[in-house]
């Protein structure tokens, strides 16, 4: 089981503006200061679409620690 502190953290690097969601420019942006350019937006889309449970195309907090956990 995941630590949840940690998923948090990671969850607040990712989520940027601070909006409580996680947006495919928002993730494109993390993976690149942590020095993967190979996620481009499309990429990020389609990675925040498979882990997007209602659909509204950026990662809740509910989602992200759903996916977070199960790893």
């Known amino acids: 089981m995941a630590d949840i502190e940690s998923a948090r953290t990671a969850f607040n690097q990712f989520d940027a503006d601070g ?11 993390l993976m690149a200061r942590h020095g993967d350019f190979n996620v481009t937006e499309a990429v990020a889309e389609v990675l925040i679409k ?4 209602n659909g509204d195309g950026v990662l809740s907090w509910d989602e992200f620690w759903a996916h977070y956990n199960k790893a």
């Open 19 to 29: 909006d409580g969601f996680i947006t495919a420019a928002e993730y494109k942006s």
């Open 50 to 53: 498979q882990r997007d449970a």
